[in-house]
């Protein structure tokens, strides 16, 4: 079992930034890649950045540049570091973790761009 916690959510202005944090706990040595996505009021949810172990990373097209995914193994602690926001961005992101039990997701946080 992994159990994630996220954090770091809130409002802020176009053009400005946040980081996220989720913390992991429980079967640690099981997850082989961590990714945020984000879920917006009346659309699907959608990746919008990973991390491998390896730390390879992977981000959504329209994040790219803007966004950085990374971690810190002796916090077992993802961030996403999000810059230049822009008002679509405005959704609940969620913390996601893929181990070999399953996949686990965190309660999410909520991110509210205004223009």
């Known amino acids: 079992q992994v159990q994630l916690v996220e954090s770091g959510g809130g409002l802020v202005q176009a053009g400005g930034s946040l980081r996220l944090s989720c913390a992991a706990s429980?079967?640690?040595?099981?997850?082989?890649?961590m990714g945020w996505y984000r879920q917006a009021p009346g659309k699907q949810r959608e990746l919008v950045a990973s991390?491998?172990?390896?730390?390879?990373?992977n981000y959504a097209d329209s994040v790219k540049g803007r966004f950085t995914i990374s971690s810190d193994s002796a916090k077992n602690t993802v961030y996403l570091q999000m810059n230049s926001l822009l008002p679509e961005d405005t959704a609940v992101y969620y913390c996601?973790?893929?181990?070999?039990?399953?996949?686990?997701w965190g309660q999410g946080t909520q991110v509210t761009v205004s223009s």
């Open positions: 996601k973790a893929v181990a070999n039990s399953g996949f686990y």
């Open positions: 429980g079967s640690l040595f099981s997850i082989n890649a």
């Open positions: 991390i491998t172990r390896s730390r390879s990373t």
